[in-house]
């Protein structure tokens, strides 16, 4: 199928702001008006939460500025034109990977006592929807261990700085 005709099906069928993101998305990676891809690969192409973490980011102002959406939003509805569930692996993945890659340790540098228990707090959330997710809960070997150890290192920064 060639892009511009699932991206014309798209802007007919679908709201303004899913069409202008799927668009942005295809032209960072393709030619819209010559390639041509299965259907099969512009699903996996959607689905994959990466894409939209590469692709999107720097149309994030206007999604939420214009459309008062966002990537997040964008992908539900994806996944749900594509009848994917959006609480997938590859958000999961996407999610655990963002979360391993902190190091609780490095707020207890930080001074000021509110940024630093904000900042320890937006992680445990991080972590917290991981683990609410549908995905982990019926995956839940997947990354335990990672999800474990992290929530460890919190609890002891967090020890160390007397939130506790």
Do not use: W
Not at 14 to 20: A, D, N, P, Q, R
Not at 100 to 115: G, S, V
Not at 140 to 150: F, H
């Amino acid at each position: 199928m060639k892009l511009a005709d699932f991206l014309s099906t798209l802007q007919k069928d679908e709201k303004e702001v899913i069409y202008l993101c799927a668009k942005h998305m295809l032209q960072k990676r393709y030619d819209i008006q010559e390639e041509a891809l299965e259907e099969h690969q512009i699903k996996e192409f959607f689905i994959d939460y990466n894409n939209y973490d590469k692709y999107l980011n720097d149309y994030a102002n206007i999604i939420y500025k214009r459309y008062e959406s966002s990537n997040d939003e964008i992908y539900e509805y994806l996944c749900t034109y594509f009848n994917e569930n959006s609480d997938n692996r590859h958000l999961f993945e996407y999610r655990l990977k963002r979360v391993i890659n902190q190091d609780p340790k490095k707020y207890l540098a930080i001074e000021d006592f509110e940024m630093r228990n904000a900042a320890i707090s937006r992680l445990e959330k991080r972590v917290q929807i991981i683990e609410e997710s549908n995905f982990f809960k019926k995956n839940s070997s997947l990354g335990k261990k990672e999800i474990d150890e992290i929530k460890n290192q919190i609890n002891l920064v967090k020890k160390a700085v007397g939130v506790i």
